[in-house]
């Protein structure tokens, strides 16, 4: 598999979030939940984003900042954040460099059509920058409950 793993450093990257850069050094210090998304606005991933948001008070509590990454635009997480009350900080990867970093740009195969597009994962980064914990192929229901056990496990240490 692609990408980093637990235990592995995570990759550092320097974004265009919707309210300013979002850098992983910045972070450093504190646990960081980074969601890679397919796209804006659409059921999965908004479905995905107001969860995050639903939970963002937790998510606080534990010391965790919430960074969800797409290739879309700044423009487009702004109108996205605005449209749904969005909590989590929306980072744009327009070049896909940190998406690859990740290992999260893969095929993918819709009624039949094989294309490239960004698979559904989250990492939990612990306070030092290394890799707690990392789910690939994420199906949105009872996710973020689950990386919330994680991050709070991690406030526990």
Known sequence: MDGPQAGDSAPDF???GDGGPVTLAGLRGKAVVLYFYPKDDTSGCTAEAKGFSEMA????RAGAVVVGVS???VASHAKFR???ALEPVLASDPDGKVVEAYGVWVEKSLYGRKYMGIERATFLIDRS????????RVRVAGHVNEVLAAAQSLAEV
Do not use: N, P, V
Not at 57 to 60: K, L, R, S, T, Y
Not at 129 to 136: D, H, M, Y
């Open 14 to 16: 320097s974004l265009e």
């Open 57 to 60: 008070a937790d998510f606080a």
């Open 129 to 136: 920058g290394a890799i707690a914990k990392a789910w690939r």
């Open 71 to 73: 290739k879309d635009t």
């Open 82 to 84: 605005a449209k749904y």
